[in-house]
Each structure stands twice: as structure tokens, then as C-alpha cells.
């Protein structure tokens, strides 16, 4: 509603610095990882505007919405499911009997975390594609601890939002480049 009120570009913080940020790291991690966007699974827990923001971001650079899985507190974003399902979500929905975030992590190449602390378990990360890229930013923390995934998976790049574990990717870092730009 605030977009459709203003006579300016609404910049929100939340959504789109995280977004200008994920989107910078996928593009980073693929590059080293040997991977491009277009071939990519992208597995995401957390269906909120900035995690939506971060996939449509990421859509326009190349990745495919039928490679997406969203899922969030109530599970898959699935054709037919009720429960918190609303029209920014509709483009990820899927025609799927999977219904967790186990189901769909399989041979993900990227998880995007943008939900709750500890909802990534170790053990998911052995059915990942090799080289993944784990952005677990959930903040104050991580859905998973980057020393857990470390262990559970050495080829993984790791990052989390926080300033105190290397890679972060935090909405923070894109706000003096922006205005900068706006300037």
C-alpha cells in the first residue's frame, strides 16, 4: 500500500537490502562453486517479504521458478495448501505430495534461510548437491551454526547474517552503495 500512496521509490530495507545482498552472495558462491543460476535448486525456509523479495530478485537474474521450493512454517508451499498461503507465494507453489523441508532439500544447491534458528538440521545437508551454498540468516540465529554445517558438510559455503561468523550477508552492507546511487 505504501508503493501505490508514494510519489517516490519506497525502499525497504528488509526486503530489498536482502535481497540486493542474497542475491550478490548466490551470484558470488555459484561463481565459485562452477554452477549457473539457470540450473540451480534453490530450497528456501521462510515465505516472508524478504525471502519472497530475495527468490523474485533472483528469477530475474536466471533462476527457474519451477527449481524454487519454498517452504516456511507450515511446510511446502503446495497446490492446495491453505494455511498462510498467499498471492506473492503463488508463483512458487507446486503440484508436489512433498510436504517439509526435508522432502525438498534433496539435491538443493542453495538454502535460503530467512525463518527460525535450528530449523536446518546437519543431517539434511548429506542430500545436498555438491558445493552448496547455505545462507543461513536468520537472526539472532542462524537456522543452522556454521560450525555444524562445516561439519556435516566441509564443501559447503556457509554464511549467516551475523557480523560475528565470516561471510555475512546482511541487509546492512548494501545501504551505503544504494544511496550512494540514489544520491
Known amino acids: 500500500r505504501l508503493k501505490a500512496r508514494m510519489a517516490i521509490p519506497v525502499f525497504h530495507d528488509d526486503q530489498h537490502g536482502t535481497a540486493i545482498i542474497v542475491a550478490a552472495a548466490v551470484l558470488n558462491g555459484l561463481e565459485f562453486a562452477g554452477k549457473t543460476i539457470s540450473d540451480i535448486k534453490i530450497v528456501t525456509s521462510g515465505a516472508g517479504a524478504a525471502a519472497l523479495a530475495c527468490l523474485n530478485l533472483l528469477v530475474l537474474l536466471g533462476a527457474r521458478i519451477e527449481n524454487i521450493w519454498v517452504t516456511d512454517r507450515f511446510g511446502v508451499a503446495y497446490k492446495g495448501r491453505v494455511d498462510e498461503m498467499d498471492r506473492?507465494?503463488?508463483?512458487?507453489?507446486?503440484?508436489?505430495e512433498a510436504r517439509t523441508l526435508a522432502d525438498v532439500l534433496p539435491g538443493a544447491d542453495v538454502f535460503l534461510g530467512l525463518s527460525a534458528a535450528g530449523v536446518l538440521k546437519p543431517e539434511l545437508l548429506q542430500h545436498m548437491a555438491p558445493k552448496p551454498l547455505i545462507l543461513a540468516l536468520a537472526n539472532p540465529n542462524p537456522e543452522i551454526m556454521p560450525?555444524?554445517?562445516r561439519a556435516?558438510?566441509?564443501d559447503a559455503m556457509i554464511c549467516t547474517g551475523r557480523s560475528d561468523f565470516p561471510n555475512q550477508v546482511n541487509n546492512v552492507l548494501c545501504f551505503p552503495y544504494i544511496f550512494r546511487g540514489a544520491l
Open 88 to 96: 506473492w507465494k503463488d508463483p512458487y507453489v507446486k503440484d508436489t
Open 152 to 154: 556435516a558438510r566441509p
Open 147 to 149: 560450525e555444524a554445517a
